[in-house]
């Protein structure tokens, strides 16, 4: 039995696999699953369910809304949903405030390279300032990881030396996650490690507000 999971995954950088982690993410939780795509550039979200046709279960119900008023949105129907999973564009301060509004915690992906890690603290600044009017917390999750290469050892000293909560799993650069588009994923690969990460009881550091 996992507990009610509502999560929005963003990062103000784009192309960091935010959509990718949604999918397997609400893929991978059971009962009835709100998965919010509310990125306003492209509907990725929306684009990889409706491809999926006919096999994309019922269970997981992907909804369109890629504006400020998405919170008040998503409380309307929250009761008919176990889990909430909202997919953010790059680069939107306002609906990505929005999406915090209503989650329990915000998941960071990026890619293990310093230039990237140093983009970090304007996503965390966003999400300290919902957490002073709404509570959520956040923390990165290392994707596209290359094994036993300089970067993916040294993003995690990066990341501490900056104060900055990372999960412990973390996801690799493979073909399976880019193969995965257009189809319910039905291996979810190291998401599953992310997943048990995130349902685990909360011990999520607080953002500091
Ligand atoms: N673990 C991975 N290994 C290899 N490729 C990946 C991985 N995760 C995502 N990708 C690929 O990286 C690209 C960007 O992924 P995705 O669209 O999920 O990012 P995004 O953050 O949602 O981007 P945007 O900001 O444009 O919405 C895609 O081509 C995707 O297939
Ligand atoms: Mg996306």
Redesign the pocket.
Known sequence: MVSTVRIT?G?L???????????HLAAGLPGRVLLVDA?P??S??LDWSTSAGDAWPDRIVVVPWPQADLARRVRAVADDYDHLVI?????DDSILAAALMVADELVI?VAPSPLDLRRLPATFALAARVDAVSPVSARVLL???RRNTASARDSRALLEDMGLPVMESS???????????GALPVDL??YADVLAELAAPDDAEQVAG
């Open positions: 995954i990062n950088k784009g192309g960091v696999a935010k959509t990718t982690t949604a999918m990125d550039q492209a990725t979200a997919d953010t564009g790059g680069e992906p994707v596209k990881v996801v690799s650069l493979w073909e399976q996650y880019i193969q995965a588009f690969g190291e």
